[in-house]
């Protein structure tokens, strides 16, 4: 009888995951800056830096949200790479919404003013992930996973050695 691999199940989980979230982070980012886009945002006193900081999160997200894609196919493929990738996003969104809390504490008046007006509506590419934790239970799940299946592999390995 055939044991389940359940780090391969893991792998494709969050690979379909990953997908998902790509795919709700861009239906939600996608319309919102289309109407910041039409919008004719004149840089006044109260707000006067922000367009520049919604693009810049904008442009962040979209970047995030495409790295997710290639880890994706990397864990469909079933290649610890995948894992890498997903790490490496992950505690980037992490640092980066750590930094954003920054500005808006850290930064002059108009900067932090232009930051906080942008950061809702900025990052909402990355909302549905950070509603819901999935930055941390990908890593989580996808580490445990991918220690499981080396740990099996290089049993598996010294077995045949023998």
């Known amino acids: ?45 109260a707000n006067s830096h922000f367009a520049t900081w919604f693009w810049a999160m904008a442009s962040i997200n979209v970047v995030f949200l495409a790295m ?12 610890p790479s995948g894992i890498t990738i997903c790490n490496a996003v992950f505690v980037g969104e992490m640092i980066y919404f750590f930094l954003i809390g920054f500005l808006w504490f850290a ?9 906080g007006a942008a950061t809702g509506i900025g990052n909402t590419g990355l ?11 990908a890593l989580v799940c996808l580490n445990v996973a ?10 598996i390995t010294a077995a045949t050695l023998c």
């Open 146 to 155: 991918r220690w499981k299946r080396a740990k099996t592999h290089s049993i």
């Open 1 to 45: 009888m055939k044991t389940l691999d359940w780090p391969a199940v893991t792998y494709r989980l969050f690979a379909i995951g990953n997908i998902l979230v790509v795919v709700v982070g861009l239906l939600f980012l996608l319309p919102t800056a289309w109407g910041v886009g039409v919008a004719d945002m004149k840089n006044v006193p």
């Open 68 to 79: 997710l894609v290639v880890a994706s196919v990397h864990l469909f493929r079933l290649k």
């Open 127 to 137: 909302s549905p992930q950070l509603i819901s934790a999935y930055p941390l239970v």
């Open 107 to 115: 930064s002059p008046k108009p900067v932090s003013m232009g930051v």
